[in-house]
């Protein structure tokens, strides 16, 4: 990797602008940046691919300013990283846009062997919202999963808080330049980022934070992570458009439900009942990626083992005593389907000691994975259900 291989890829972010489908387009045609510079204007215009004012700025730019860019950068310590180079995470570079270019202020982990969870929501949190996002972010840290968000007041900032205060790492994506002035209130989270992860943008230092910035920085942060959680995201929320924007890049989306008398509830329970997975503790979301990224998160794996140890050996009582239990469990079983929605009671009366397959649950019920989903989270909160990997579901108490 050469550092004129790397003004290549400036050179044509310069050109054709941040959020561009057309990179991945034009290695379509070429094998390589450099030869598609090296083809020239006239080849170019014959793709059929760019617009009159892309074509001038293709042809107006240089590689001189493409390593100018670099080197400004590099001179204050901010790393550029392209796609061709190792470090680029490869997550990232499968979706359909990935950037051109990325700064970056401090370590990027590496994102193709340690999974990333997006963390977002809005800056108008609540306080519940944001002890909810610090509680679940920390837990995942400490689990081994790097916590990728915006920076942003709010959720975001719990978020990074959170995974900081779990010794992990956090990477924060900006919608501006690294050097640019950005909510300065948070320079000091900013700065242990970079010491514990990093900070990065796809946008050259210096460039301010626009408003349209921010819906082309989201496909970064659902893009470097195998997953993202919404806490907390009024109807409109910008959050809502990373979750569309995870979902259109085969992410798992899962969510946090509200109180639907919470002002910033209707977007996160909009995206349960489409089928996003509830959240109501950070085992829900690792039980998702143990069997995958099984030395990543051993932490969490070994302690599951041991609560599973703990409950078997609750459960291995004499049989007089287990008979009483059982009675005992019998009556409450019945109580707390006198308390449920009729939906609840309907999935609670389907479940047994097996787990059970969401879709094997459709058909059980006839009720659709939305409304199972949204049960599922009732009895959730009753205690009533045990949720296992894979979307299956059983009684609690289960291994």
């Known amino acids: 990797m050469t550092e004129d291989s790397k ?59 493409g390593k100018i860019l670099i080197d400004s950068s590099e001179s204050k ?84 808080q959170g995974a900081l205060q ?54 970064i942060i659902s893009g470097l992570s195998v997953g993202v959680l919404v806490v907390e995201a009024a109807e409109r929320s910008g959050s809502l458009i990373t979750a569309r924007t995870a979902l259109e890049q085969n992410r798992d989306v899962f969510a946090v439900p509200c109180g639907i008398y919470n002002p910033v509830s209707e977007g996160v329970n909009n995206l349960i009942k489409a089928g996003a997975k509830p959240v109501t503790k950070a085992q829900d979301i690792l039980e998702e990626y143990t069997n995958t990224y099984l030395l990543q998160l051993e932490q969490f794996k070994i302690e599951s083992q041991l609560q599973k140890k703990e409950e078997q050996l609750r459960y291995q009582e004499p049989r007089p005593v287990k008979a009483v239990d059982e009675k005992e469990a019998t009556e409450k079983h019945r109580e707390l389907k006198e308390q449920l929605s009729q939906d609840g009671a309907l999935l ?22 939305q409304r199972i989903l949204i049960a599922v989270t009732e009895l959730e909160l009753c205690d009533a259900i045990f949720s296992h990997s894979g979307r299956r579901y059983s009684l609690p108490g289960q291994v």
């Open 348 to 369: 609670l009366s389907k479940l047994s000691n097996e787990p059970v397959h969401i879709e094997q649950l459709e058909v059980l019920t006839g009720l659709s994975a």
């Open 166 to 219: 779990g010794n992990g790492s956090s990477v924060c994506v900006l919608g501006c330049g690294i050097e640019y002035p950005y909510l300065m209130e948070n320079e000091a989270m900013r700065r242990s980022i970079a010491e514990h992860g990093a900070i990065i943008s796809e946008f050259p230092i210096t460039k301010p934070a626009f408003k349209h910035h921010f819906p082309i920085r989201n496909r």
């Open 77 to 160: 310590g901010i790393q550029t990283i392209t796609p061709a180079c190792k470090a680029y995470p490869q997550r990232l570079y499968q979706i359909d846009n990935p950037p051109c270019m990325l700064y970056v202020k401090g370590t990027l982990p590496n994102l193709d062997e340690q999974p990333a969870l997006a963390v977002v929501g809005t800056r108008n949190a609540t306080t519940t919202g944001k002890q909810i996002t610090y509680d679940l972010s920390m837990q995942l840290a400490q689990a081994g999963m790097v916590i990728v968000s915006g920076g942003a007041k709010g959720i975001d900032t719990a978020a990074h």
């Open 7 to 65: 003004a290549y890829w400036a050179w044509l972010q310069l050109s054709l602008g941040e959020g561009s489908f057309k990179p991945k387009r034009i290695l379509s045609y070429f094998p390589d940046i450099p030869s598609f510079y090296d083809a020239g204007p006239t080849q170019w215009h014959s793709m059929g691919l760019f617009t009159p004012k892309e074509l001038k700025q293709l042809s107006q730019n240089t590689l001189e300013d």
